[in-house]
C-alpha cells in the first residue's frame, strides 16, 4: 500500500513540474511588455486553468504523503527500556564491542 503511495507521490510530482514549466511567467520585463497582449488574446483564463491545476496538485501531493504516514507498518510497541535494550544489542552485534557495564563501580568497591 505504501509503494502504491509513494508511485502516486511521483507521477503527481512529475505532473506539478511539467505544469509549472507550461505556466508563463507573471513578473520581470516579459509580463510588462506583453501584458495587453494576452488580455486581447485570451490567454488570462488559460493561466487561470494552470494556476488551479498547480494548486490541486500540490495540495494533493501534501495529503497523499501525510497519508502515506498512516500506511507504513510501525513495529510492535514495547516498553522504553525493552527498546533500548534491543537497540544496544543489535549495536553490539554490528560493532563487536563488549557489552557496557550495568552498573558504575562506586569508590567503596575498590577493593581496600
Do not use: H, Y
Not at 511567467?25 to 498547480?54: C, P, R
Not at 502515506?68 to 563487536?96: C, H, M, Y
Not at 550495568?102 to 577493593?111: C, E, F, L, V, Y
Amino acid at each position: 500500500m505504501f509503494t502504491a503511495f509513494l508511485v502516486l507521490i511521483v507521477i503527481l510530482a512529475i505532473l506539478l513540474i511539467l505544469v509549472v514549466l507550461i505556466q508563463n511567467s507573471k513578473g520581470g520585463l516579459g509580463a510588462t511588455m506583453g501584458s495587453a497582449s494576452n488580455q486581447i488574446i485570451g490567454v488570462k483564463k488559460t493561466t487561470d486553468i494552470l494556476e488551479k491545476f498547480t494548486w490541486g496538485l500540490a495540495i494533493s501531493i501534501m495529503i497523499l504523503c501525510l497519508a502515506s504516514n498512516f500506511v507504513l507498518e510501525k513495529p510492535d510497541a514495547g516498553t522504553e527500556e525493552e527498546i533500548s535494550t534491543v537497540n544496544i544489542e543489535r549495536a553490539q552485534e554490528n560493532t563487536g564491542t563488549p557489552p557496557a557495564p550495568t552498573k558504575t563501580p562506586s569508590t567503596n568497591d575498590s577493593g581496600k
